[in-house]
Nanobody, 128 residues
Framework: QEQLLEFGGGLVQAGGSLRLSCSAS????????MGWFRQAPGKEREFVAA????????YYADSVKGRFTISRDNDKATVYLQMNSPKPENTAVYYC?????????????????????WGKGTLVTVSS
């Protein structure tokens, strides 16, 4: 059973930067595609970004493209989300997810379907 634990949430000013981390407990996490979702108050969960098992492929929601960067360090079993120039509307609980298979299936990630593992989330608040 894989466990995902997010770190790095907190309060950030609009236009600033923040980096989220997600650590995986299992020894096979480097075979997973991993990514981030978020859920704002009163809204449905939405896809943010995903990265393939070796970091060779990434996929972003249009709303964060050019501002957020996903990366991973398999030696540390950790995936990161660098948030640059966040906006107040990016305030949400950010969740890490992992999918066995390693490659990014865009329809699945866009809809958040078929993820085998989820973290418990970390709150990001962007002040204006």
């Amino acid at each position: 059973q894989e466990q995902l634990l997010e770190f790095g949430g907190g309060l950030v000013q609009a236009g600033g930067s923040l980096r989220l981390s997600c650590s995986a407990s299992g020894r096979t996490s480097d075979s997973y595609a991993m990514g981030w979702f978020r859920q704002a108050p009163g809204k449905e969960r939405e896809f943010v970004a995903a990265i393939s098992w070796n970091g060779g492929s990434t996929y972003y929601a249009d709303s964060v493209k050019g501002r957020f960067t996903i990366s991973r360090d398999n030696d540390k079993a950790t995936v990161y989300l660098q948030m640059n120039s966040p906006k107040p509307e990016n305030t949400a609980v950010y969740y890490c997810a992992a999918k066995i298979g390693g490659l990014i299936e865009r329809p699945r990630w866009s809809l958040g379907r078929g993820m085998e593992y989820w973290g418990k989330g970390t709150l990001v608040t962007v002040s204006s």
